[in-house]
C-alpha cells in the first residue's frame, strides 16, 4: 500500500520519520487524509502558517538530503517554505515607507505559493500582479480578489476576459500604454455593462543625452511632458473606462544586477542605478501631477521589484511595490547588492549513471531561463558540493553529465541532486506539481498551476 501522492508528507524535523522511512513505508509514515493546505480547490483561501520560533533549513549533508528525497518523482521543484518565509520578512522590512507589497504572479505562478505570500503580508499586501488575463482568471478562480494587469492585454477577447471578472466583483485593473488598448477595454466594459479601471504604464528607463540614449526595457511608449498628457486627455469621457492607476517599472534598477558582474561592468551599472533613481524623482512627480491635471484620481501608484524594495518604496509618490523573486531567490538574483533573500527554490534531479571514476551523469537538467542566451541563463548546481557541469555538454535536455571535484561525495544511480533555476516562476511553467518542504509541515505537494 502506497500512500496517496496528494497527501504525501514527511512530519518530524528536518529529516521527517526514523531514519530510513520512506514514503511507501506504511509503518513509518501512516496514512494522511488530505489537509486544506494539500488540496487545490478553487475559491479556497490557504489559511497562514504560524511563523516558526526557529528555521531549520534543508539538510545540507548529501545522505540526508538523499533521504528526504528519495521517493520525490524528477525533475521536481521544491520551495523551502521557511526560507520563502524569511525571505517575505525581509522584503517586507527594508521597506523605507510603509508601501503596499503586491506579489508577482509571474514570478511565482503557483496558486498556493501566491495565496501563502497574500495570507502571510496580511494588511500590507496590496493584491496580485498578473501576467496576462488567462493567469488573472485562474488566480480569481482560486480566490484572488485583487488584480492590477503588469501588461497590457493583447486582443478584445482578453479584454473582455478581465470585464467579466469586473462583472463578477472581482477588482481588476487592466494595464494600458495605447489607445488601441483603451478602445478594447471600452467596448469589453460596455458589452459587460462595467466600468472598466485602468492603470497607465509609463516609461521609467533613464534617458540621457536628449532622449538619444536609453537605459532599461522597452515597454510603455508614454513619458512625461511629452506622450503622457495626450494619452490621459483621450481618455477623458470615455463612459466605461476609468483611470486609478499608474506605473513606472524601473527596471534597470530593480531587475538588473550589480554585483559578481566585474568590476567595471559593477560600478557602471551601480552608477546607472543611482542616476535612474535620481531622474526618476523628477519623472514621478511629472507623470502624477500631469494625471492630476487631467482631471483623474490616483488610487495606486506602482513600482520596483524585488532588487529595488527600499529605494522605490522611499519614493513619496509611490503607494505599492511588487516583490516575487525575492521570494525564491533564485541564481540570477545573487548579484544584487540590495539583496536580503536566500535561495529558497531547487529543482531535484536524479542520477542516472555513472559513465566512469569521478562522473555521474543526471537525467535530464536543461531547463534555460528566458532572456539572452548566455551561462547564467544555465541552472547552477547547489548540492551535493564539488560537481560542476561540463563546458562540452553543459545542461542537457536528456542527459547532463558532472565532473566530480575535490572532496566531492560519491553518487549513484538514484541519488538527488540540487540546483537552482536562473529565474524565478518560469520552473513552474514545466511541472504540474511542486514540492514544498518545512521544519513543521515535512514534505508536501501542490498544484504548480
Same mark, same amino acid.
Given at each position: 500500500?502506497?500512500?496517496?501522492?496528494?497527501?504525501?508528507?514527511?512530519?518530524?524535523?528536518?529529516?521527517?520519520?526514523?531514519?530510513?522511512?520512506?514514503?511507501?513505508?506504511?509503518?513509518?509514515?501512516?496514512?494522511?487524509?488530505?489537509?486544506?493546505?494539500?488540496?487545490?480547490?478553487?475559491?479556497?483561501?490557504?489559511?497562514?502558517?504560524?511563523?516558526?520560533?526557529?528555521?531549520?533549513?534543508?539538510?545540507?549533508?548529501?545522505?540526508?538530503?538523499?533521504?528526504?528525497?528519495?521517493?520525490?518523482?524528477?525533475?521536481?521543484?521544491?520551495?523551502?517554505?521557511?526560507?520563502?518565509?524569511?525571505?517575505?520578512?525581509?522584503?517586507?522590512?527594508?521597506?523605507?515607507?510603509?508601501?503596499?507589497?503586491?506579489?508577482?504572479?509571474?514570478?511565482?505562478?503557483?496558486?498556493?505559493?501566491?495565496?501563502?505570500?497574500?495570507?502571510?503580508?496580511?494588511?500590507?499586501?496590496?493584491?496580485?500582479?498578473? $501576467?496576462?488575463?488567462?493567469?488573472?482568471?485562474?488566480?480569481?478562480? @482560486?480566490?484572488?480578489?485583487?488584480?492590477?494587469?503588469?501588461?497590457?492585454?493583447?486582443?478584445?477577447?482578453?479584454?473582455?476576459?478581465?470585464?467579466?471578472?469586473?462583472?463578477?466583483?472581482?477588482?481588476?485593473?487592466?494595464?494600458?500604454?495605447?489607445?488601441?488598448?483603451?478602445?478594447?477595454?471600452?467596448?469589453?466594459? $460596455?458589452?459587460?455593462?462595467?466600468?472598466?479601471?485602468?492603470?497607465?504604464?509609463?516609461?521609467?528607463?533613464?534617458?540621457?543625452?536628449?532622449?538619444? @540614449?536609453?537605459?532599461?526595457?522597452?515597454?510603455?511608449?508614454?513619458?512625461?511632458?511629452?506622450?503622457?498628457?495626450?494619452?490621459?486627455?483621450?481618455?477623458?469621457?470615455?463612459?466605461?473606462? $476609468?483611470?486609478?492607476?499608474?506605473?513606472?517599472?524601473?527596471?534597470?534598477?530593480?531587475?538588473?544586477?550589480?554585483?559578481?558582474?566585474?568590476?567595471?561592468?559593477?560600478?557602471?551599472?551601480?552608477?546607472?542605478?543611482?542616476?535612474?533613481?535620481?531622474?526618476?524623482?523628477?519623472?514621478?512627480?511629472?507623470?502624477?501631477?500631469?494625471?492630476?491635471?487631467?482631471?483623474?484620481?490616483?488610487?495606486? @501608484?506602482?513600482?520596483?521589484?524585488?532588487?529595488?524594495?527600499?529605494?522605490?518604496?522611499?519614493?513619496?509618490?509611490?503607494?505599492?511595490?511588487?516583490?516575487?523573486?525575492?521570494?525564491?531567490?533564485?541564481?540570477?538574483?545573487?548579484?544584487?547588492?540590495?539583496?536580503?533573500?536566500?535561495?529558497?527554490?531547487?529543482?531535484?534531479?536524479?542520477?542516472?549513471?555513472?559513465?566512469?571514476?569521478?562522473?555521474?551523469?543526471?537525467?535530464?537538467?536543461?531547463?534555460?531561463?528566458?532572456?539572452?542566451?548566455?551561462?547564467?541563463?544555465?541552472?547552477?548546481?547547489?548540492?551535493?558540493?564539488?560537481?560542476?557541469?561540463?563546458?562540452?555538454?553543459?545542461?542537457?535536455?536528456?542527459?547532463?553529465?558532472?565532473?566530480?571535484?575535490?572532496?566531492?561525495?560519491?553518487?549513484?544511480?538514484?541519488?538527488? @541532486?540540487?540546483?537552482?533555476?536562473?529565474?524565478?516562476?518560469?520552473?513552474?511553467?514545466?511541472?504540474?506539481?511542486?514540492?514544498?518542504?518545512?521544519?513543521?509541515?515535512?514534505?508536501?505537494?501542490?498544484?504548480?498551476?
Amino acid at each position: 500500500m502506497n500512500v496517496e501522492p496528494n497527501s504525501a508528507t514527511i512530519s518530524g524535523g528536518a529529516l521527517g520519520p526514523r531514519r530510513g522511512a520512506a514514503l511507501h513505508d506504511v509503518a513509518a509514515v501512516p496514512r494522511h487524509e488530505p489537509s486544506p493546505t494539500n488540496r487545490h480547490t478553487p475559491g479556497h483561501r490557504y489559511p497562514a502558517t504560524p511563523h516558526p520560533t526557529s528555521t531549520m533549513p534543508l539538510p545540507t549533508e548529501h545522505d540526508e538530503l538523499n533521504e528526504l528525497l528519495a521517493d520525490v518523482p524528477t525533475p521536481a521543484v521544491l520551495v523551502d517554505l521557511d526560507v520563502f518565509d524569511a525571505n517575505l520578512e525581509a522584503l517586507r522590512d527594508v521597506r523605507r515607507r510603509p508601501v503596499r507589497l503586491r506579489v508577482s504572479g509571474k514570478s511565482l505562478r503557483a496558486p498556493w505559493l501566491i495565496e501563502r505570500a497574500l495570507a502571510r503580508l496580511g494588511p500590507d499586501a496590496g493584491g496580485v500582479m498578473a $501576467r496576462d488575463a488567462n493567469e488573472a482568471a485562474r488566480l480569481a478562480g @482560486v480566490g484572488v480578489r485583487d488584480l492590477l494587469m503588469g501588461y497590457p492585454c493583447t486582443s478584445l477577447a482578453e479584454a473582455e476576459t478581465l470585464a467579466s471578472l469586473v462583472a463578477d466583483g472581482v477588482k481588476v485593473v487592466a494595464m494600458v500604454d495605447d489607445l488601441r488598448q483603451v478602445d478594447w477595454h471600452e467596448q469589453a466594459a $460596455r458589452q459587460a455593462g462595467v466600468v472598466m479601471p485602468v492603470c497607465v504604464d509609463v516609461d521609467a528607463s533613464l534617458r540621457l543625452a536628449g532622449g538619444l @540614449v536609453h537605459l532599461g526595457v522597452r515597454r510603455s511608449p508614454l513619458r512625461p511632458g511629452a506622450t503622457l498628457g495626450p494619452f490621459l486627455a483621450a481618455l477623458r469621457g470615455l463612459a466605461h473606462i $476609468r483611470p486609478v492607476g499608474l506605473m513606472m517599472y524601473e527596471a534597470q534598477v530593480a531587475g538588473v544586477p550589480d554585483l559578481g558582474v566585474g568590476a567595471l561592468r559593477g560600478v557602471a551599472v551601480r552608477s546607472i542605478k543611482r542616476a535612474s533613481l535620481r531622474q526618476l524623482v523628477t519623472l514621478r512627480a511629472a507623470a502624477v501631477a500631469e494625471f492630476r491635471a487631467a482631471g483623474f484620481e490616483l488610487e495606486l @501608484v506602482n513600482g520596483g521589484g524585488s532588487g529595488s524594495v527600499a529605494a522605490t518604496s522611499a519614493a513619496t509618490e509611490v503607494t505599492e511595490v511588487t516583490i516575487g523573486s525575492g521570494l525564491l531567490g533564485p541564481a540570477l538574483f545573487d548579484g544584487f547588492r540590495a539583496r536580503v533573500w536566500q535561495p529558497a527554490s531547487f529543482v531535484v534531479l536524479a542520477v542516472s549513471r555513472i559513465p566512469g571514476d569521478g562522473w555521474a551523469t543526471l537525467h535530464g537538467g536543461g531547463w534555460l531561463a528566458s532572456g539572452t542566451a548566455g551561462p547564467d541563463r544555465a541552472p547552477v548546481l547547489w548540492s551535493p558540493p564539488g560537481w560542476q557541469p561540463t563546458s562540452m555538454e553543459g545542461w542537457g535536455e536528456v542527459q547532463t553529465p558532472l565532473r566530480a571535484g575535490l572532496g566531492a561525495p560519491l553518487l549513484r544511480p538514484g541519488d538527488r @541532486v540540487l540546483a537552482r533555476y536562473a529565474k524565478a516562476g518560469e520552473v513552474m511553467e514545466r511541472v504540474d506539481r511542486f514540492w514544498t518542504f518545512s521544519e513543521a509541515g515535512g514534505l508536501r505537494w501542490h498544484p504548480s498551476r
